[in-house]
Each structure stands twice: as structure tokens, then as C-alpha cells.
């Protein structure tokens, strides 16, 4: 079927001349080999791809592509100096909107936002705008051509941000170059949040992490690790040592179980602690680290997200034999990346989709052996606009696992809302603010990212951050 | 960083240790606990803040030797680091005058019990200690705990040193038979003995507090990896304890979970014994 429609689609452009280069692929780890390493699948374009890629972009003098990005990136310039070779510029470029290019350009959903509606979607493929990102940033980080720009004159005012992850960071960066003193306080003992916790090292390197942080801390960033908002000290303890505005980005950081009979048997875990197992704690390369992880043989990975994805792909890296993904609906309504399922899909896992598991059965010794699983059919759509699964009656099976990875969603972690007297809350825990600056039911205390709008995506908080800088900006201007 | 300021060996397998945590030595309260990484390769374990020096800024914990993590904190010496240490964390213990409380600790629990033990005394309570060991030489905070307590008494498993038996049927044999009236009960040790603990307390209608050692990660409630079973519901220890009503923890789950390592730990303390991994 795509052979079909390409050809089709290429004798339609020779007439066009427009749009002959076809939209440049980016070369993968064969799947056979990746399944059973922890490196980067995709492995980037060349500088000649690139460029190639590049000039596919006509320029549109109204771009809306730079309205589909929520940072605003100036794509057409940057995509204009990696055409014309300036790889460097066009990294500086994109710092200029987003901290976090080489980061973006792997993990943000460019299929539902600037590559959307890129103008040559429309006829053909839209311009690999998240390739090139990547390309530009990883091409400036490989060539330790770092720019820092010039440290600001200090303002003498002092910053609280609650959490190192992509909301955090973002609005670090963007309060330290506007001469605000800006310290992080992160629990977790690195900086990154969901970046370096949860998204796997094959689809984001963490040494790739580490250089954007530490970017960061060259702009003048402080960040405090081993420091939980809430118990180590509180906003208010802060406020009263002479801090001036708190922003407070700690995302969704709590698991969602199911409830259903067995969930705590052992080989059961949240999606959370089997990446962050992974991922923070390196737990794949154990016994060389000390944290340890069940390598289970027969996995089956609850939920069909990106984090669902991610959780899949690692225990087949572990040595899974059989990984499954269960899904109550159909692939359509499948909420993670199209790129994603389908590199699960080259790496061998196996989709069972319309289940939902309903039972998990253990043995004596309290490990999980079986999953009992009820088949479902869709039914009328639900507020969401997905249909919604009906359990099909009497169809219940059980399948064997050793291994259970639950990765039905987050939600709030209740620890700074119980320690921030006066902060408006919502009934499932997440902050309310006032409007887009992120404000809360308090002055001076903004919000932003996943603890707001529950588990989003790395962009989105990226966003929330860029906001709140330029409300916290103005607020503290005017006092 | 955080530096070892003091270490001493309370017997062959316990360890105190006086670290460095400005922070947490002032915030701490009874009942709470931090989770520390020893270097980079290392795993995050909780342990209880037994004790705290606000003025010099000092913390100290307790650890048995059973693995490889605490074997190798072992090895460190005075004037060391640790990489990370994550706290005040968890909730700190209700304390109120409640009457006549007895603090039951069992091995190296006597560490978790000791704090509390000071905040209930301070509050006015009238405490009685109950300390179990296996043998003499595993008893620890012995005369710390003398100094917080109305009335102590010593239990060792094979008649060593004090009473010879467990600290449950001292405690039934020396005050529930004796109709003493009891107002709270803490019982804070091996899965076993809480567990004996609470199955006598129940009938009497005694309030019996445990604290519970799950296994975490992270401790601030982002993993799940301390999920325990408290009156049918799943809980996180990390945050919604670590004390809980004993009366209502499912001790079955509690006991294997806390086993779901034991292969890839021995593995691990087994090449850091035989000094291949390199320390």
C-alpha cells in the first residue's frame, strides 16, 4: 500500500517541481541488534542529509509551523542556516526559544504540532522539523562549540523552582538571562525529572541530558538536588530567607494502580519505578550498579502511551522473551507516538489490543505467575471523543507472566499542595492557576507543567515554564 | 556530599554513624527517615534518623550489615562521604500524652523505637520499654534507651543476657496478664515480631503502632515500590507512613515483598565480599 501511494505521489510532484526531494529518513539501529542494547535507536542524520532535508523547506513568509510549536521556535531561520551550512547558528537559533533542542528534537510529538502544519504536508511529507533540531543541537553539542551568552547584570532577585525537569528547566533558563537569581530545588539526586527518570536511554541519551543541564548551570543556574519542596523546607521557609517568587514545576509524579485482586504481588510494578529502575539507577547494567531489577521472561506492560512504549522496549532489552502490550481499546486510540509503536513493533512486541486485565494471579511465594485479562469491544465515544471499551461478558483467559509493568497514567504528587498553606487545589490533586501565567491561589507562586494539566508532554511543560517566566517576570518588575 | 563525622561499631553486624545534613538535623522529627546513594553506582536505601544535632548540624543512622550497600557504608570511615542524602522524609510520629505507652523494639528496630521513645517521655508519657535481641552482644542503645524509659526490660532469644524469649511473650506475660492497663503500643522490628505483637494487642483493643522498612527508591511517593496493604488498601509507605496501625497491615504482604530481591542482593554482596567488583 505506501509503495503504491508514493509512486502515485511522485508523478503528481514532477509535474509541481516544487516538492521532488523526497522528505529525508533517518538512519535506525537494525531492530534484530537493538533489542538487546541500551543504545540510541535512531542515529542521526549526516550533514549532508541534513542539508538535503533543509532545502525542502520553501521559507514561507507566514510560517505556521512556528505557531504549532508551544516555545515558538524560530524554525524556517534555523532550517535556513543548516541549509547554508551554518550548523552552529541554527543551534544558537533555536536556544534563542527552547533550552532544550537536542532534548525536543528526539521526544517532542512533532507529528501533532509544527510538523502538522507545515504547508507541505498538505500535498506531500511536512519538513522533518524535530530531525533537524536534533541535528543542529547534537551537531553544536559534538562540536564543544557551546555558546554561553554573556552573563546578565543580577537583579538581586531570588527565584525558587520546584523540580529540575522540562518546566523547570525552561523557566530556569529563561529567569537567569533575564538577571534573576534562579536556584532548582529537584528530590531526585540528578537534575531532568521525567527526562532522565523515565525516558529510556535508547530514545534519549542522558549524556544528552546532562550537557543541556549543565548548560544551564553555565548561565548561572543554581541547582539543589536531595532537596524535596515540602519536607526538606517548605515555599514558606523559602519565602521567608528572601526568596521572591516560587514556581513550581514537581510534575505528576505519582503512580496510578488499577486496584484490582493481586496488583501488589511481587514482579508487579508502576511504570515509575520499573524506568526509574532502569533509567536514574541504571539498573540494566546491574550487578556493576547496585540497583536491581526483575528480568522478567514473559512481560506484559499495562497501557498504551508513550511511557507504555518505553516500559515495553526496556524489558525487551532486559531479556524478555515475550513482551506484550495490553490495551483496552484498538490502535487507533492508542495515545502514543505513531514513531514509537512502530519501532516497538520492528523490536517484536507483541499488541494485544481491546484487553484489560482484571486479576493477577500469584503463586505461594507471592510472585505474579498470571494475568487474567477480560476481552473488550467498543461502545459509544466517551468525553475524551475515544469509544470506550465495554468488557465483552465471559471472556475472561489468563496469560502467563512473570513480569508486570502497570502504565495506566499518573497523577499528583500530594506532598507540596499539603505543605503550602492557601494553594488551591483541584479535586484530583492538581494545582489550579488562574490562566496561562501559570499564577496560582497565591501571590507570588506560580505552576506549570504536569502537577497543572496531569501527565502531558515534555513540550507542553516546556511551555508552561516559557509562560510563567514572562508572568513572573512582569509581576516582579512591577513590585 | 555528606561526611561521616563518626562511626561505631554497636556489634559485630550494627552500625552508627554521625553524618553531616545541616538541614535535615534541624528539620527532623521522630518517626522520619532519609534515603541515602553512597556514589554513583549506588542504590537508594531508607533508614531511620535515630537521632539529630541541630547545633552541629549532625544526623545519626543505624544500619545492620546484610547486604552490599550497607556492607560498603560499613567500609567507609570517619571523614568520608556519602554522595547523596535525601530527607526529612515520611511522616513524622503522632506524639501526644497518651497515658502508659510500651515502646517495643526488636534488633536492630530498637533504632526506629529510640526516637520515638525520647519524644513520647518528653511529652510526658509514662514509657515502658521492651528490647529484644538474638543474643547479648546484638543488643544495642541499651543504656540510651534506660534514659528514656520508666521501666525497661531486656529480652535476648537464647537467654544471654535479661529474660530468655521473645519480646511478645514478655509483654503478654508481664503486663496483659497482669491486667496492666496499656494505652498505645509501638512495635517496631522484624515482620515476625510485629506481627506477634499486634496479634495480641488486637483482642485487648490496644492501639499498636508499627513502622514499616518496605523497600524504596525514590521515597517521596513517585514509585510505588513500598506499596504495603493497610486495611484492604494499598498505601505508599514512603509517604503515608511509615507508621501505620498495626491492627490493619497485611504483614503476609509486607514479608514478601521485602524478599522480592534477595537473589541479585546475594549476588551482589557476594562479589563485593570476594572484592571482584573492585572495592
Same mark, same amino acid.
Given at each position: 500500500m505506501k509503495n503504491i501511494s508514493v509512486g502515485a505521489m511522485e508523478t503528481k510532484e514532477t509535474k509541481e517541481k516544487k516538492e521532488k526531494v523526497p522528505r529525508q529518513k533517518m538512519p535506525e539501529q537494525d531492530p534484530q541488534k537493538r533489542v538487546r542494547n541500551f543504545e540510541e535507536v535512531p542515529i542521526g542524520y549526516s550533514t549532508e542529509t541534513a542539508i538535503i532535508e533543509a532545502t525542502r523547506c520553501i521559507q514561507c513568509k507566514k510560517p505556521s509551523c512556528v505557531g504549532g510549536c508551544p516555545v515558538d521556535v524560530r524554525i524556517p531561520e534555523f532550517i535556513k542556516d543548516i541549509a547554508e551550512g551554518r550548523f552552529i547558528e541554527a543551534a544558537w537559533k533555536l536556544k534563542e526559544t527552547n533550552g532544550l533542542p537536542a532534548v525536543c528534537g528526539r521526544v517532542c510529538p512533532q507529528e501533532d504540532q509544527c510538523e502538522k502544519v507545515c504547508v507541505l504536508g498538505k500535498k506531500g511529507e511536512p519538513v522533518a522539523i524535530g530531525r533537524l533540531e536534533r541535528f543542529a543541537a547534537d551537531y553544536e553539542r559534538n562540536a564543544g562549540k557551546i555558546s554561553i551568552p554573556p552573563s546578565v547584570k543580577s537583579n538581586g532577585k531570588k527565584i525558587v523552582v520546584a523540580g529540575a525537569g522540562p518546566a523547570g528547566l525552561t523557566i530556569a533558563g529563561d529567569l537567569v538571562k533575564l538577571g534573576y537569581d534562579v536556584t532548582i530545588f529537584e528530590a531526585l539526586h540528578k537534575a531532568g525529572g521525567v527526562l532522565v527518570y523515565g525516558i529510556p536511554e535508547f530514545r534519549l541519551p542522558?549524556?544528552?541530558?546532562?550537557?543541556?543541564?549543565?548548560?544551564?548551570?553555565?548561565?548561572?543556574?543554581?541547582?539543589?538536588?536531595?532537596?524535596?519542596?515540602?519536607?526538606?523546607?517548605? =515555599?514558606?521557609?523559602?519565602?521567608?530567607?528572601?526568596?521572591?517568587?516560587?514556581?513550581?514545576?514537581?510534575?505528576?509524579?505519582?503512580?496510578?494502580?488499577?486496584?484490582?485482586?493481586?496488583?501488589?504481588?511481587?514482579? =508487579?510494578?508502576?511504570?515509575?519505578?520499573?524506568?526509574?529502575?532502569?533509567?536514574?539507577?541504571?539498573?540494566?547494567?546491574?550487578?556493576?550498579?547496585?540497583?536491581?531489577?526483575?528480568?522478567?521472561?514473559?512481560?506484559?506492560?499495562?497501557?498504551?502511551?508513550?511511557?507504555?512504549?518505553?516500559?515495553?522496549?526496556?524489558?525487551?532489552?532486559?531479556?524478555?522473551?515475550?513482551?506484550?502490550?495490553?490495551?483496552?481499546?484498538?490502535?487507533?486510540?492508542?495515545?502514543?507516538?505513531?514513531?514509537?509503536?512502530?519501532?516497538?513493533?520492528?523490536?517484536?512486541?507483541?499488541?494485544?489490543?481491546?484487553?484489560?486485565?482484571?486479576?493477577?494471579?500469584?503463586n505461594e511465594a507471592g510472585w505474579v505467575t498470571g494475568m487474567k485479562c477480560i476481552k473488550m469491544e467498543l461502545g459509544e465515544p466517551d468525553e475524551s471523543g475515544r469509544r470506550s471499551p465495554v468488557p465483552i461478558k465471559d471472556s475472561e483467559f489468563v496469560i502467563d507472566v512473570d513480569t508486570i509493568v502497570v502504565a495506566v497514567g499518573t497523577m499528583a504528587n500530594p506532598i507540596v499542595p499539603a505543605t503550602t498553606a492557601g494553594l488551591e487545589i483541584n479535586k484530583k490533586g492538581y494545582i489550579v492557576t488562574k490562566d496561562e501565567s501559570g499564577l496560582t491561589s497565591r501571590e507570588g507562586i506560580y505552576a506549570g507543567g504536569d502537577i497543572v494539566t496531569g501527565s502531558a508532554t515534555v513540550i507542553l511543560a516546556m511551555g508552561a515554564g516559557r509562560k510563567a517566566a514572562n508572568a513572573i517576570h512582569e509581576y516582579l518588575s512591577k513590585k | 556530599m555528606n561526611k561521616i563525622i563518626e562511626k561505631v561499631n554497636l556489634s559485630e553486624r550494627v552500625v552508627k554513624m554521625v553524618l553531616e545534613a545541616p538541614i535535615i538535623a534541624q528539620k527532623r522529627k521522630a518517626g522520619q527517615f532519609i534515603v541515602l546513594k553512597i556514589d554513583e553506582k549506588g542504590e537508594r536505601i531508607p533508614l531511620t534518623i535515630v537521632d539529630s544535632d541541630a547545633q552541629k548540624g549532625t544526623i545519626t543512622i543505624i544500619f545492620q550489615i546484610v547486604g552490599k550497600t550497607t556492607a560498603q557504608l560499613d567500609?567507609?570511615?570517619?571523614?568520608?562521604?556519602?554522595?547523596?542524602?535525601?530527607?526529612?522524609?515520611?511522616?513524622?510520629?503522632?506524639?501526644?500524652?497518651?497515658?502508659?505507652?510500651?515502646?517495643?523494639?526488636?534488633?536492630?528496630?530498637?533504632?526506629?523505637?529510640?526516637?520515638?521513645?525520647?519524644?513520647?517521655?518528653?511529652?510526658?508519657?509514662?514509657?515502658?520499654?521492651?528490647?529484644?535481641?538474638?543474643?547479648?552482644?546484638?543488643?544495642?542503645?541499651?543504656?540510651?534507651?534506660?534514659?528514656?524509659?520508666?521501666?525497661?526490660?531486656?529480652?535476648?532469644?537464647?537467654?544471654?543476657?535479661?529474660?530468655?524469649?521473645?519480646?511478645?511473650?514478655?509483654?503478654q506475660v508481664g503486663m496483659l496478664d497482669q491486667n496492666i492497663k496499656v494505652d498505645r503500643v509501638y512495635a517496631i522490628g522484624p515482620v515476625p515480631m510485629m506481627k506477634a505483637v499486634c496479634d495480641i494487642t488486637k483482642p485487648h483493643g490496644i492501639k499498636t503502632i508499627v513502622s514499616l522498612n518496605s523497600i524504596m527508591v525514590d521515597g517521596t511517593g513517585m514509585c510505588g515500590a513500598c506499596r504495603v496493604a493497610v486495611a484492604g488498601k494499598t498505601k505508599f509507605a514512603c509517604v503515608d507512613g511509615p507508621e501505620f496501625d498495626g491492627h490493619e497491615v497485611d504483614f503476609k504482604l509486607l514479608a514478601d515483598r521485602l524478599k522480592m530481591y534477595c537473589d541479585p542482593e546475594r549476588e551482589a554482596y557476594e562479589k563485593h565480599k570476594c572484592g571482584c567488583d573492585g572495592n
Open positions: 542522558k549524556a544528552i541530558v546532562e550537557a543541556e543541564v549543565e548548560y544551564l548551570r553555565k548561565l548561572g543556574v543554581k541547582i539543589e538536588t536531595n532537596f524535596v519542596i515540602g519536607r526538606t523546607k517548605t =515555599i514558606d521557609e523559602l519565602f521567608a530567607e528572601g526568596f521572591n517568587a516560587v514556581f513550581i514545576g514537581v510534575g505528576a509524579g505519582a503512580p496510578v494502580f488499577m486496584n484490582i485482586p493481586g496488583e501488589n504481588l511481587m514482579g =508487579i510494578y508502576s511504570a515509575n519505578e520499573y524506568l526509574t529502575r532502569s533509567n536514574l539507577m541504571k539498573a540494566y547494567l546491574f550487578p556493576e550498579y547496585d540497583t536491581p531489577i526483575v528480568r522478567g521472561k514473559r512481560v506484559a506492560v499495562v497501557g498504551g502511551g508513550n511511557v507504555a512504549m518505553d516500559s515495553v522496549r526496556t524489558a525487551l532489552r532486559l531479556g524478555a522473551e515475550r513482551a506484550m502490550i495490553i490495551y483496552r481499546r484498538t490502535e487507533v486510540e492508542m495515545p502514543a507516538r505513531k514513531e514509537e509503536v512502530h519501532h516497538a513493533e520492528e523490536e517484536g512486541v507483541e499488541f494485544l489490543m481491546l484487553h484489560n486485565p482484571v486479576e493477577y494471579i500469584g | 567500609g567507609l570511615k570517619i571523614g568520608d562521604s556519602l554522595q547523596d542524602i535525601l530527607g526529612p522524609l515520611g511522616n513524622p510520629t503522632e506524639i501526644e500524652n497518651y497515658g502508659r505507652v510500651v515502646c517495643i523494639g526488636g534488633g536492630v528496630g530498637i533504632g526506629v523505637v529510640y526516637p520515638l521513645a525520647v519524644a513520647l517521655k518528653k511529652a510526658g508519657n509514662r514509657v515502658i520499654s521492651i528490647l529484644g535481641a538474638r543474643t547479648k552482644d546484638l543488643l544495642i542503645l541499651e543504656k540510651e534507651m534506660r534514659a528514656s524509659s520508666d521501666t525497661m526490660i531486656i529480652t535476648t532469644d537464647d537467654g544471654s543476657y535479661g529474660v530468655h524469649g521473645f519480646v511478645s511473650s514478655v509483654f
